[in-house]
């Protein structure tokens, strides 16, 4: 997230410059009699103003304007504050591709759902931030390890469709699966997290709570997010697929991180914001940027000169 501000607030009031300007220009430029007295060509004075162009005219008072308020900007020192990790943070994002995320108790269907709101988080990601996708069901694979490169899990993310969901659900391998590559080249200072995605129950492979133990000691955090209705969906075979909120609630309990549940895909986007909190640490930063808005200011004043002269050539 993105804000902007001023350190010296209090120096815009110097934009009382432009409305005096403006008023000056009406007075002084628009006349097209002056008096003879205080010119000694006043044929050549009219002639010239007559053929003064009306882009020029207006173009200088443009050109102007955008000089004065960059330079008063500038002068009140302008910031742009961002977000950014208070550590550096690898994040695995462990998403159920299992037969159940084909349930249509959300719109179109539980998988478009989920997949769709974790592009949109990846989206708003710091681009410090490593993300690595994997992908489980009866078994797991890494689909993308952490990388800074968003857009490549993004689009393994978008290419994610019901035909590539399988049987079984194995939460415990995936988990330390997760574990494993995070581990890798692991830092004093990283902030290790895994966010895990899953609308049923562990079937298969190590037991969830058992590789949740074994998050702990590496000191990594699971955020858990259950997917799904309360009353749950019917897929194919005639399979009701429920969700097992009390191992994904112990899951997050044991390593220090959170359980949310998504009934719908608003559900998704209210749990993003706040992981994005939760689970990054962010914290604001201030960046100034006086400097550049100082070098606007300039090139624009620069501008006004030319067309200055342009319009209020000397006529003697």
Not at 186 to 200: E, M, Q, S, Y
Not at 223 to 244: H, P
Not at 284 to 292: C, P
């Amino acid at each position: 997230m993105y804000g902007f501000g001023f350190e010296c607030p209090w120096a815009l009031i110097l934009i009382i410059v432009l409305p005096l300007f403006i008023y000056l220009e009406r007075y002084f430029g628009v006349k097209k009699r002056v008096k003879g007295a205080k010119f000694s060509r006043i044929q050549l004075l009219e002639k010239a103003v007559a053929q003064t162009t009306d882009y020029k005219r207006k173009t200088f008072i443009i050109l102007f304007i955008l000089a004065v308020l960059t330079g008063v900007m500038a002068t009140a020192r302008p910031y742009v504050s961002m977000e950014v990790p208070v550590s550096p943070v690898k994040l695995m994002l462990v998403f159920d591709t299992s037969i159940s995320m084909e349930g249509a108790d959300m719109e179109p269907n539980r998988l478009a759902a989920a997949r769709d709101a974790a592009v949109e988080f990846i989206k708003k990601a710091p681009d410090s931030i490593r993300i690595g996708l994997e992908y489980f069901y009866g078994s797991s694979y890494v689909a993308v390890a952490p990388t800074d490169d968003h857009e490549k899990v993004i689009s393994s993310l978008s290419e994610l469709v019901i035909t590539d969901l399988y049987p079984g659900t194995a939460i415990g391998s995936a988990i330390d699966a997760a574990v494993n590559i995070l581990s890798i080249d692991r830092k004093k200072n990283n902030r290790l997290v895994i966010i895990l995605l899953t609308d049923g129950e562990s079937n298969q492979g190590m037991l969830p709570l058992n590789a949740a133990k074994i998050a702990k000691s590496e000191k990594v955090k699971i955020f858990t997010i259950g997917i799904g209705s309360r009353q749950g969906a019917f897929v194919r075979g005639g399979y009701l697929a429920a969700l097992d909120e009390g191992t994904l609630m112990e899951i997050a309990n044991i390593t220090g991180g959170k359980y949310f549940r998504a009934k719908s895909k608003n559900d998704f986007r209210n749990i993003y914001k706040e992981l994005r909190t939760s689970a990054f640490s962010l914290e604001k930063q201030k960046v100034e940027i006086t400097a550049f808005l100082s070098g606007i200011s300039l090139l624009l004043f620069l501008f006004v000169v030319y067309f200055g002269i342009s319009v209020f050539r000397p006529v003697f």
